[in-house]
């Protein structure tokens, strides 16, 4: 099977990682990542205009992607660079407006930044656990974790309405926001809504809510290989250049035997991201990209614990950038599911 990008993909790919490589340094994203706005928000428009928002929604909607493959194109290069953008917001808010058929023309051009409010406190990923409700035209609840809120001009909300869960659109400036960074780069946000004015998107939105995660889950893994190639880059260019004894740390066979172990874990970790990108719309999308996010988790920490111990100290100092590399890697696993929730869902398929 020929698992080579598309020409289109490859040249996407490529003008991303280039303006990445270029504009968002590992230097500069260290700059902005870890205070407000938790991103560059000047460059935001220009990674519109490569085309990078247009990739995540398919023709019908205004884009030109919109597919498994699109997604993890984008966000491999994403996860190369290190980039804190609040990508992963947009595309699941994308993915809502696409299943509701709503204009999306202002969340694609970057001109207007949309975040998704599913997680409560309670229920950080469970959609049965939501107790933020709808009624008369209004939202009332709280909704935590909103990855990309900090900014968000726009919220769509995940809420009950009667015995179904709905879809509601919400402008920031109607409700409380409370924006804060998060521990790895990047911004999140509590919303708090009391009697927060809201238009309906989906009566019963519970499919499209699905998709969206299943989506925003592909993206993470996507960007999880992304970060452990450039990881494993950086950690081999130690091995040769580090000496101890006299020599290149790499020559001791002990660590060549870890570093090859870590490519076998990230080879499985790209495979099974294909899988999932090749089951995005079929019967069993759901259980493929729970299996994914389950291996992913545990051998994007695997990856970061053996890059870690094999530097040493200098791993964990802020100005180097593999510290930045292996925080990111570790805390994708508690985005939308960590490696235990994603687990329980495989073996719940099967049971049924």
């Given at each position: 099977?020929?698992?080579?990008?598309?020409?289109?993909?490859?040249?996407?790919?490529?003008?991303?990682?280039?303006?990445?490589?270029?504009?968002?340094?590992?230097?500069?994203?260290?700059?902005?990542?870890?205070?407000?706005?938790?991103?560059?928000?000047?460059?935001?428009?220009?990674?519109?205009?490569?085309?990078?928002?247009?990739?995540?929604?398919?023709?019908?909607?205004?884009?030109?992607?919109?597919?498994?493959?699109?997604?993890?194109?984008?966000?491999?290069?994403?996860?190369?660079?290190?980039?804190?953008?609040?990508?992963?917001?947009?595309?699941?808010?994308?993915?809502?407006?696409?299943?509701?058929?709503?204009?999306?023309?202002?969340?694609?051009?970057?001109?207007?930044?949309?975040?998704?409010?599913?997680?409560?406190?309670?229920?950080?990923?469970?959609?049965?656990?939501?107790?933020?409700?709808?009624?008369?035209?209004?939202?009332?609840?709280?909704?935590?974790?909103?990855?990309?809120?900090?900014?968000?001009?726009?919220?769509?909300?995940?809420?009950?309405?009667?015995?179904?869960?709905?879809?509601?659109?919400?402008?920031?400036?109607?409700?409380?926001?409370?924006?804060?960074?998060?521990?790895?780069?990047?911004?999140?946000?509590?919303?708090?809504?009391?009697?927060?004015?809201?238009?309906?998107?989906?009566?019963d939105g519970r499919?499209?809510?699905?998709?969206?995660?299943?989506?925003?889950?592909?993206?993470?893994?996507?960007?999880?290989?992304?970060?452990?190639?450039?990881?494993?880059?950086?950690?081999?260019?130690?091995?040769?250049?580090?000496?101890?004894?006299?020599?290149?740390?790499?020559?001791?066979?002990?660590?060549?035997?870890?570093?090859?172990d870590l490519v076998?874990?990230?080879?499985?970790?790209?495979?099974?991201?294909?899988?999932?990108?090749?089951?995005?719309?079929?019967?069993?999308?759901?259980?493929?990209?729970?299996?994914?996010?389950?291996?992913?988790?545990?051998?994007?920490?695997?990856?970061?614990?053996?890059?870690?111990?094999?530097?040493?100290?200098?791993?964990?100092?802020?100005?180097?950038?593999?510290?930045?590399?292996?925080?990111?890697?570790?805390?994708?696993?508690?985005?939308?599911?960590?490696?235990?929730?994603?687990?329980?869902?495989?073996?719940?398929?099967?049971?049924?």
């Open positions: 099977m020929d698992f080579s990008l598309t020409e289109d993909r490859r040249m996407l790919s490529d003008s991303l990682t280039r303006f990445l490589a270029d504009k968002y340094g590992v230097e500069h994203r260290i700059k902005v990542a870890y205070d407000a706005p938790f991103h560059d928000t000047a460059l935001w428009s220009d990674m519109a205009e490569l085309g990078v928002l247009y990739a995540l929604a398919p023709e019908e909607a205004g884009g030109f992607g919109g597919t498994g493959f699109d997604v993890t194109t984008v966000f491999d290069a994403l996860g190369k660079g290190l980039c804190p953008a609040p990508v992963l917001g947009t595309l699941m808010a994308s993915s809502l407006m696409t299943s509701a058929g709503a204009d999306q023309d202002s969340l694609l051009d970057g001109s207007q930044r949309y975040a998704v409010a599913m997680g409560e406190l309670d229920a950080p990923y469970d959609l049965d656990g939501i107790e933020t409700t709808f009624a008369g035209g209004k939202l009332s609840g709280r909704k935590s974790v909103v990855y990309g809120g900090n900014d968000a001009e726009v919220f769509l909300v995940a809420a009950k309405a009667g015995e179904t869960i709905g879809i509601y659109e919400v402008k920031a400036s109607d409700a409380q926001v409370t924006g804060y960074g998060l521990i790895d780069g990047g911004g999140a946000a509590e919303l708090f809504l009391d009697a927060t004015p809201a238009t309906e998107l989906i009566a499919a499209a809510l699905e998709h969206a995660l299943d989506l925003g889950r592909l993206a993470l893994c996507a960007e999880a290989v992304g970060l452990m190639d450039a990881t494993n880059e950086i950690l081999l260019d130690y091995l040769r250049t580090r000496k101890q004894f006299g020599v290149p740390i790499g020559k001791f066979q002990a660590l060549q035997h870890r570093a090859v076998t874990e990230i080879e499985q970790a790209r495979s099974i991201t294909i899988l999932a990108a090749s089951r995005i719309g079929e019967d069993d999308q759901a259980r493929i990209v729970a299996m994914a996010k389950n291996l992913i988790g545990r051998a994007a920490r695997l990856m970061s614990e053996e890059t870690i111990q094999m530097h040493g100290g200098i791993a964990l100092t802020w100005e180097t950038a593999v510290s930045h590399y292996t925080k990111r890697l570790v805390m994708i696993d508690a985005q939308l599911g960590d490696e235990d929730y994603q687990l329980e869902k495989v073996m719940a398929d099967y049971a049924a």
